[in-house]
């Protein structure tokens, strides 16, 4: 790889850039950017060889394209570079959902070999260029969800990738991603910001009185809401069951609170615990 | 004060022996211990001046007598030493629920002048005095929780107490601080204890994909299940109106969802984050 296209530079596209910098000082990273304050912020810090604002300039002669965008815009952004490409070339995205980014790009002509959908597991509630880092993505995991179009030497290409940013790469189908990160991710994303919302609706006083333990359970609350609303509106139904479930757990547990059944009650605590105890 | 009794060395109790011993090196510190564990360790570090088996011998003229066993045995143990108090003395006790507690211990023939419920806001989901921090009071919330029959006096003193170890001491009732803690305290907890089951029901495996977010909101979960369900029993129906109140936002926000009422969803996140970022 001699040239790398990071379509979006917020907090991914910038950690990206810091992190394929860092790994080689000799490869060319291009950036693309629609706001003029991260363009600058990039310019500035030297994360980019160049960044431009023509998608078509952008990815001209790059052999990796990694999309870094909101996942609504992925497919459209796609769909308007693609005539570009250079042969051989391969496009990825990062968006936090993907069988419906896959089920789009899969419609573009000429885009179902070259792309293959990725997610590497890393963010923050942060976000924006300036909070980017070079380590972000180091230890954690990335999942790939090529489909059957996306050929052997696209996976291959794109495994290689994420693993020199030492990651771990996990394949999956779209679908089974979706599921995954809705319990994982969307799902206590969503729950963090009930439980602020919740508080709100008792008594906002009572903000003053809460100890480490709900400041890290809401930590997550503190995210782009535009951004964690395209999330939602993308993964819909994995996440309404997601959340469904979760509700009938949550009844459950009323019900033995309610019923004195202290006995179901020291079930369900001592199961939540040798649970947490496994989480590495 | 000259002497003070710590009656129970957890995490609480070993704590505040070296939160006292750091702050004033004169002060007689006798500690009584059940379990046979906690007395070595105790005597071992030197944390406490004695530790004895004896009730009435441990608090044997001693100025202020703090109980910081588990919630449901306090009330048994005061009535068990309080004939042995020496005149002037203060009880306190520092169990996550207060109602119940002051309830009970206004019973107790003798105690109602010289007993304040007293709740510091410090804990982790460690346990056991191997856990014990000096610090881990510092610059926390301490609730004091007296009643009518509470005097002047006891409460002065027990304020003083906790001001000296730069807590930031709020009166309440047992009744506020009991709902104040089932919302920002019991609610938390539980719903991590829930998260970590849901996981489960849907997929273990799953759990080597969580990041930091899930985490953060799980931590919690780890403490002990006798302690919680003890603490969860003494304070049932502040809880569960938690609980239920808890779970209808989120059934709005799983209607939000599946309406695609985009803009309510919006809001929504919207406004979680607005009360995180005012969460000091």
Redesign the interface.
């Given at each position: 790889v001699k040239q790398v296209t990071i379509i979006g530079l917020g907090l991914i596209g910038g950690s990206l850039a810091k992190a394929i910098r860092c790994k080689n000082s000799s490869v060319r990273i291009i950036g693309w950017a629609k706001q003029m304050e991260e363009k600058a912020s990039c310019e500035q810090h030297g994360i980019c060889n160049r960044v431009v604002n023509h998608l078509e300039e952008a990815v001209n002669g790059s052999d990796v394209v990694v999309v870094c965008t909101p996942p609504d815009v992925i497919s459209g952004l796609i769909q308007e570079f693609i005539g570009e490409l250079k042969p051989g070339a391969i496009i990825m995205d990062v968006g936090s959902t993907k069988e419906q980014i896959c089920h789009e790009v899969l419609k573009i002509s000429g885009a179902n070999g070259c792309f293959v959908g990725a997610h590497p597991?890393?963010?923050s509630e942060k976000s924006g260029i300036v909070h980017a880092q070079e380590d972000l993505f180091k230890g954690?995991?990335c999942?790939l969800t090529p489909t059957n179009d996306t050929t052997m030497q696209t996976k291959e290409k794109a495994k290689l990738f994420w693993e020199r940013l030492n990651m771990r790469v996990?394949e999956v189908t779209p679908e089974e991603h979706d599921e995954?990160?809705a319990?994982?991710?969307h799902?206590?994303?969503?729950?963090?910001?009930?439980?602020?919302?919740?508080?709100?609706?008792?008594?906002?006083s009572?903000?003053?009185?809460?100890?480490q333990?709900?400041?890290?359970?809401?930590?997550?609350?503190?995210?782009n809401?535009?951004l964690?609303?395209a999330i939602?509106?993308q993964n819909?139904n994995p996440?309404?069951q997601?959340?469904?479930?979760?509700?009938e757990?949550?009844?459950e547990?009323?019900e033995s609170?309610?019923m004195?059944n202290?006995r179901s009650?020291?079930a369900?605590?001592?199961?939540?615990?040798v649970?947490?105890?496994?989480?590495?």
């Open positions: 597991m890393a963010g954690k995991v999942f996990i995954i990160v319990c994982v991710s799902l206590p994303h969503i729950l963090a910001n009930i439980l602020c919302v919740h508080l709100k609706q008792e008594n906002l009572w903000g003053e009185y809460v100890g333990g709900f400041k890290d359970m809401t930590r997550i609350a503190d995210g809401p535009d964690w609303r939602i509106e819909r996440i309404v997601q959340l469904k479930a979760f509700k757990v949550l009844t547990v009323i609170i309610q004195k202290g009650l020291h369900f605590l001592e199961q939540g615990k649970v947490r105890e496994d989480l590495r």
